[in-house]
């Protein structure tokens, strides 16, 4: 079956500006959640959806907004972009929600450059 | 905030040789999982461990959990240049909050 797919995998943007990625899971999978990968600072949570609603939420300002569909599919979007945000941006999937129900699946991420 | 420190952050070793990678925390987890990632790819699940004193075996990597579930360590006997890799440990604790995530042990196998 058909793995985590992320677009789009690369995008350059500058200061300012806004940025929506998207991410379609695994089939049969309802919960997405959502990293920020830097070399400095590693595997940051950001978020996870289920069914439609934000579950969890990590330590990010409000800049940093999800949703997710009635298909599951989740997009992430980044306002007033900062030279930081330049990161790997991770979407994992799983069948269900919560920190004990086993594995992520994770997709090859999209690469956000900011200028 | 739980936090989870790997050591060593790089290693570079030649084919065959044994490495022995350590994930640390304060903090008690309930289960703790190992994900490889490579260049351009996302994380991909090895293994996850739920017992403390767990020991599981993975062909050459050998990933054993504290007994008091507080820390992990992953072994690797004789080295190979396609375990070239980013490890991650993952932990989660007892409640319902996301993966805490280390900060990743990068290893390169010299052919």
């Known amino acids: 079956k058909a793995g985590v797919t992320q677009t789009p995998r690369y995008l350059i943007k500058t200061r300012g500006q806004q940025v929506t990625l998207s991410c379609s899971p695994i089939s049969g999978h309802r919960s997405v959640s959502w990293y920020q990968q830097t070399p400095g600072q590693g595997l940051q949570f950001l978020f996870e959806y289920f069914s439609e609603t934000q579950r969890n939420k990590g330590n990010f300002p409000g800049r940093f907004s999800g949703r997710q569909f009635s298909n599951s599919r989740s997009e992430m979007n980044v306002s007033t972009l900062e030279l930081g945000d330049s990161a790997l941006y991770l979407c994992?999937?799983?069948?269900?929600?919560?920190?004990?129900?086993?594995?992520?699946?994770f997709g090859e991420g999209s690469r956000l450059t900011v200028l | 905030t739980q936090l989870l420190e790997q050591s060593p952050q790089f290693l570079s070793i030649q084919e065959g040789e044994n490495l022995t990678v350590y994930c640390n925390s304060s903090?008690?987890?309930?289960?703790l999982q190992w994900y490889r990632q490579e260049p351009g790819e996302g994380p991909v699940l090895l293994v996850t461990v739920v017992t403390g004193g767990e020991v599981k075996k993975l062909k050459r990597l050998t990933f054993q959990f504290g007994d008091a579930r507080k820390d992990s360590s992953l072994h690797i006997t004789a080295a190979q240049p396609g375990d070239t890799g980013l490890y991650l440990c993952a932990g989660s604790d007892t409640g319902r909050r996301a993966l805490t995530f280390g900060s990743g042990t990068r290893l390169q196998v010299q052919p």
């Open positions: 903090s008690v987890f309930s289960s």
């Open positions: 994992a999937s799983r069948r269900t929600s919560g920190a004990n129900t086993g594995e992520l699946f």
